[in-house]
């Protein structure tokens, strides 16, 4: 369990962070260093990274305007004052004149056999942080369905995959027209072949290294992985449906730049909630951007100003209207 000094956690704080992992870490490190009180909450574990636990301790050893609870956050809202309200699993409320959703995304297995077995371990979906270990290989594959179906998506994983491997196939699980599609703008140069067949079930390979894709025909192919991104949710889809924050078409939640401001004013998404590149590194920049825009919202607030992320918002729309007016005259 982790401790604090005896410091009573205050009845409303500058930022409440939903989400202890990377992004919400370094969103409370982050409005500490420029002096603003935070509570983090986050349901307590030691998975899957167990550096996190000494992270967070460290976090609360240095500064004593930050809190941590380890408890479960149900409910969510923001009344008329501007104040988000949040309601724990022991119905105990919680005030803060902003908030930072960062508690993450829960991938959605794809429903053929063998894949849960092989995910993180030869089928992976990203080949900065997979794939390197595999170099020099004989084949590697590229599974283009759901959010790695559109062709730019595809292809981009693919010159990643090819990076490490003398030829890539990129399998369509029985999507014959997309298959052809795809095969209409690889090129001559590029080593990708295109696989229509339906996929049956993946074997992880000994020592679990490597997999065996089986197809519908009969036939097999051995990989040495696969690069594939499955689709994901939202870990607390409730806080974007109570607060009525937008969603982009993937699910995840909207977040304007640069501070990844939501729909909803005050509210900052950070990390693979709100993020397409959906890794540790990307989470902690969006960890400290969204603390950026929480010190500018809490601060403009006292003097009654706009904050600055309200004041881009406003120069792009103006930017917007004037593009539409010359394009309308000339």
């Not at 119905?91 to 803060?96: A, D, F, R, V, Y």
């Not at 693919?158 to 052809?180: E, L, M, P, W």
């Not at 679990?208 to 889809?237: C, M």
Request: hydrophobic share 40%; aromatic share 8%.
């Amino acid at each position: 369990m982790l401790t604090h000094a005896q410091t009573p956690t205050p009845k409303l704080v500058d930022v409440l962070i939903v989400g202890g992992g990377p992004a919400g870490l370094t969103s409370a490190v982050t409005v500490a260093r420029n002096a603003h009180t935070a509570i983090m909450f986050d349901s307590y574990s030691k998975d899957p990274i167990v550096f996190w636990d000494a992270a967070r301790q460290n976090t609360l050893d240095n500064y004593e305007i930050i809190f941590y609870e380890d408890v479960k956050i149900e409910k969510a809202e923001k009344n008329d004052q501007g104040i988000f309200v949040l309601t724990d699993e022991n119905e105990k409320i919680w005030n803060g004149r902003s908030l930072i959703p960062a508690s993450g995304i829960i991938d959605v297995p794809l429903d053929i056999p063998g894949f849960d077995d092989c995910w993180g371990r030869s089928i992976f979906h990203c080949l900065f942080c997979h794939g390197y270990e595999q170099r020099g290989s004989a084949s590697a594959g590229v599974l283009a369905i759901n959010d790695v179906a559109p062709i730019p998506i595809a292809l981009h994983v693919s010159r990643n995959a090819a990076q490490f491997c003398k030829s890539i196939t990129i399998y369509t699980n029985g999507d014959v027209s997309h298959a052809n599609e795809i095969q209409a703008v690889i090129g001559p140069s590029a080593p990708f072949t295109v696989d229509s067949r339906r996929i049956t079930n993946f074997v992880l390979g000994p020592d679990q290294i490597g997999l065996t894709v089986y197809f519908e025909d009969g036939n097999s192919k051995e990989e040495a992985f696969l690069g594939h991104k499955p689709l994901s949710k939202l870990k607390s889809d409730f806080l974007a449906n109570q607060l009525g924050l937008e969603v982009t078409p993937q699910g995840d939640i909207k977040a304007n730049p640069p501070f990844g401001e939501t729909s909803l004013t005050g509210c900052f998404a950070a990390g693979d909630n709100s993020s397409f590149l959906k890794t540790s590194p990307n989470a902690v920049n969006a960890g400290a951007n969204s603390a950026a825009g929480v010190a500018s919202h809490v601060q403009s607030r006292l003097y009654g100003q706009k904050s600055l992320s309200e004041a881009m918002q406003m120069m792009r729309k103006k930017s917007n209207y004037s593009d539409k007016i010359c394009a309308m005259i000339s």
